[in-house]
């Protein structure tokens, strides 16, 4: 099963609103990643947050980690129809091994309206 | 800026032909990997290489895919017969010495279809 589940499946927004995307894990971790997919093109790796930091900021990105509740969020402040892509959540799981491996949610397929 | 550069970028083919996918990964990155995606599964870990060393492929149907790094600069992944169920998106991405625990960077993908 997927260890990062993203809620929700889609989101559709306005321009300049914000959009806040959720991930729930199920085992312990090391870190946790969000990545961007836009459509036909490779993954690009948005933002980090190991499991003693509790939020992080990039540039319009926020993200939250509550390792207690095993969730993280992503805000996308001010929205613009640039954003509109499909967002995922990555998982580094504890222990770390030297077979450790990333576990990607499904994604939510957001959509910013102009 | 750096890129990840998978060839070819679309592949379309009848079942039973061999396909052959090829990965360049960024140089200096040591940890390569290749995924599949569908819309049904999502994105799936096939295997994974350190050092052109396979670490991992326990995602991978070992009757018909293999995965390969002949030198430091190519990773091929190579299914032989193919199927229709083989129709995915495969991407390769490459990491630092760290990688999972860093950040991974993607190619653009191999889009197939087996006919």
């Known amino acids: 099963s997927q260890q990062g589940e993203e809620d929700p499946q889609a989101l559709s927004i306005q321009e300049g609103e914000n959009a806040t995307m959720n991930c729930s894990y199920k085992?312990?971790?090391?870190?946790l990643q969000w990545y961007r997919q836009n459509s036909g093109r490779g993954l690009v790796h948005l933002i980090l947050?190991?499991?003693?930091?509790r939020e992080k900021h990039s540039g319009r990105l926020r993200v939250t980690l509550d390792t207690s509740k095993k969730s993280s969020s992503l805000l996308i402040t001010a929205s613009r129809a640039a954003d509109t892509a499909s967002y995922f959540c990555?998982?580094?799981?504890?222990?770390?091994?030297?077979?450790?491996?990333?576990?990607f949610g499904k994604g939510i397929t957001l959509s910013v309206r102009p | 800026d750096a890129r990840v550069t998978q060839t070819p970028r679309h592949k379309v083919t009848e079942m039973g032909q061999e396909v052959t996918m090829r990965c360049q990964p960024i140089?200096?990155?040591?940890?390569v990997f290749w995924y599949r995606q569908t819309m049904m599964q999502g994105l799936e870990l096939l295997a994974y290489?350190?050092?052109?060393?396979?670490?991992?492929d326990s995602g991978m149907p070992k009757d018909r895919f293999s995965a390969e790094m002949p030198d430091a600069t190519l990773a091929t992944l190579k299914i032989q017969p193919s199927e229709p169920r083989d129709s995915a998106v495969y991407f390769c991405?490459?990491?630092?010495?760290?990688?999972?625990?860093?950040?991974?960077?993607f190619g653009d993908g191999t889009r197939l279809s087996i006919l």
């Open positions: 140089l200096g990155h040591n940890t």
């Open positions: 290489f350190r050092n052109r060393a396979p670490l991992d």
């Open positions: 085992t312990s971790i090391n870190n």
């Open positions: 947050i190991r499991s003693n930091e």
């Open positions: 991405a490459s990491g630092p010495g760290q990688a999972p625990h860093q950040p991974q960077h």
């Open positions: 990555a998982t580094d799981p504890t222990p770390t091994g030297a077979n450790s491996k990333l576990t």
